[in-house]
């Protein structure tokens, strides 16, 4: 049976550690042969807002994992069959690491991130049937009103017709009567975003949608008023405000790739014409 430390060890360890770090001059919490574990390192692996029992048993993993890795890694030290295999793989690791760094340095500094809105709109019609509605999608207007709240009557009026007055009187009515207003008409929302405003009891289902452009419900505390302008079910071509973001990102990774190609090419000819590269004929 695996043995853990004990958590209120942990939890004392975790709360105030006290400087036993044997000359490092920082908190030590645990020491396995050589080598330290502080405070400091064991706080950055601790994610942040959770609770203290569970910052307590985080803590207590944490420790045990890093106190077995030592351990283990101790001995494999001394035990390495292949060490030449491993040294290698290190040294690759550690260059494709360097040049990964390096090329993301470069895409930052030189590379814009801005995309004419003509690209990325020639982008869309050209490759229009690659981009599908993966959730139900609409446009429309959402009121949350609480029940005790006057002129409900008008408030049915102006949510059915969003026109330029109509909105400016539900923006003073929200306003006046702590009264929640969200407005996607020129902008496509998901459904399920939508619905976490709705009461726990009523979900809306595509046929809602379909069949009914105006949808009022009510609870014991809030009335519910839905204006739907537009409606795209899950299979559809998505619209290009939608896919905007996606094509964006396509069309700036395949700059990213044009640019370090175009950056490595220049390199080699660069050393070709320095004579830092020589071929062999073996």
Known sequence: MRKILPLTLVALLVASCSKHSGGTGLDAIVKVNDQVLTKEKLDEKIPPGLTAEDSTMAAEYYIRSWINDNLKYAIASKNRVNAPMIENLVADYRKSLTIYQYEEQLVNEKLSKSIDDNLLRNYYEENRDKFKTDV?????????????????????????????????????????????????????????????????SYRLDYDDLKQAKDIEKQDDNYYYFLHVTAYLPPGENAPFEYAKPVIKEILINQRKIDFLKQVEEDLYNKALNNRQITFYNN
């Open 136 to 200: 139900p999608l609409f446009k429309g207007l959402f009121l949350k009103v609480p029940v005790n709240a006057p002129q409900i009557d008008k408030v049915r009026l102006w949510y059915k017709a969003p026109n330029d007055k109509n909105i400016t009187n539900i923006e003073n009515y929200c306003v006046k009567n702590g009264a929640n207003y969200g407005s996607f008409l020129d902008q496509w929302v998901k459904l399920d975003n939508m619905m976490e405003n709705l009461p726990g």
